[in-house]
T-cell receptor, first 116, second 113 residues
């Protein structure tokens, strides 16, 4: 079946530094990937839609300059949290769509970011 | 935009009992309704989904029903087992290419033996 790999699974960083999270579709090409954010005991909140070869579409309230998304290939999307602060600590989860006409999402295992 | 409501937020059952989780959605254009199971510290895993041209779908102990007129859909788990304990999320989308899923707030299911 479809597999989405996310790396790193855990990351701890100092306030003010930047952190990059990678999302890879291992056995399929994903023209569209989505980035979600999840706070403890809460639901998944859509942050942005990432389309290969074009700029990401951000949801209302999500700072595009803070959460940089790059989807340079059909198998890789990256989320960079720039100048991270403690309030950015969260569980970040990516998901990928198989094929342009599909709407079945496969999720990565998530990346837990802790900003000290 | 789409809004998905999910109830209950927590559900405790005895092993062997059935569990039912209900969701409502607001966008009548939505036509794809998946259910995800999320274990602690892991990403969501798709367990079953249903499309608007179907009223019910079953996969072993898990079933989903859809009422498009009332705009609600439900997850049914029979003969629950301790390993069913997790957070369950319902979601909805219009099914258009590249459309994101909108999730409910989740239900924490606890199955005690």
């Amino acid at each position: 079946g479809a597999v989405v790999s996310q790396h790193p699974s855990w990351v701890i960083c100092k306030s003010g530094t930047s952190v990059k999270i990678e999302c890879r579709s291992l056995d399929f090409q994903a023209t569209t990937m989505f980035w979600y954010r999840q706070f403890p005991k809460q639901s998944l909140m859509l942050m942005a839609t990432s389309n290969e070869g074009s700029k990401a579409t951000y949801e209302q309230g999500v700072e595009k300059d803070k959460f940089l998304i790059n989807h340079a290939s059909l198998t890789l999307s990256t989320l960079t949290v720039t100048s991270a602060h403690p309030e950015d600590s969260s569980f970040y989860i990516c998901s990928a769509l198989q094929g342009a006409g599909a709407n079945v999402l496969t999720f990565g295992a998530g990346s837990r970011l802790t900003v000290l | 935009g789409e809004n998905v409501e999910q109830h209950p937020s927590t559900l405790s059952v005895q092993e062997g009992d059935s569990a039912v989780i209900k969701c409502t959605y607001s966008d009548s254009a939505s036509n794809y309704f998946p259910w995800y199971k999320q274990e602690l510290g892991k990403g969501p895993q798709l367990i079953i989904d249903i499309r608007s041209n179907v009223g019910e779908k079953k996969d072993q102990r898990i079933a989903v029903t859809l009422n498009k007129t009332a705009k609600h859909f439900s997850l049914h788990i029979t003969e629950t087992q301790p390993e069913d304990s997790a957070v369950y999320f319902c979601a909805a989308s219009t099914g258009q290419a590249g459309t994101a899923l909108i999730f409910g707030k989740g239900t924490t299911l606890s199955v005690s033996s």
